[in-house]
Nanobody
């Protein structure tokens, strides 16, 4: 059974940075795509970023404008999302996801989900 736990969320001022982590249980972490989605209040959940099992290829939402970086450390069963130049519109619950999804932005492709961590960006 795979279990994902996010950490690192919190409150930050606009223009600041925040790093999220996703700790995964289970021995298959290194074999599947890892990604991040987010959901702002009153909005639909949206794709943020994904990274292949090897970490060699990444895929980002166009809306991020190069401000976020996804990475992973398979030896530690941990994924990361570094967020820079944060904006108030980045405020959302951020979810770590995993699965045999390639580099898909389709949330239905991901079978494993964390409980989410709140990120709040103040103006």
């Amino acid at each position: 059974h795979v279990h994902l736990v996010e950490s690192g969320g919190g409150l930050v001022q606009a223009g600041g940075s925040l790093g999220l982590s996703c700790a995964a249980s289970g021995r298959t972490f290194s074999s599947w795509t890892m990604g991040w989605f987010r959901q702002a209040p009153g909005k639909e959940r949206e794709f943020v970023a994904a990274i292949t099992w090897s970490g060699g290829t990444t895929y980002y939402s166009n809306s991020l404008e190069g401000r976020f970086t996804i990475s992973r450390d398979n030896a530690k069963n941990t994924g990361y999302l570094q967020m820079n130049s944060l904006k108030p519109e980045d405020t959302a619950v951020y979810y770590c996801v995993g699965g045999y999804a390639g580099l898909s932005s389709n949330q239905q492709k991901y079978g494993y989900w964390g409980q989410g961590t709140q990120v709040t960006v103040s103006s």
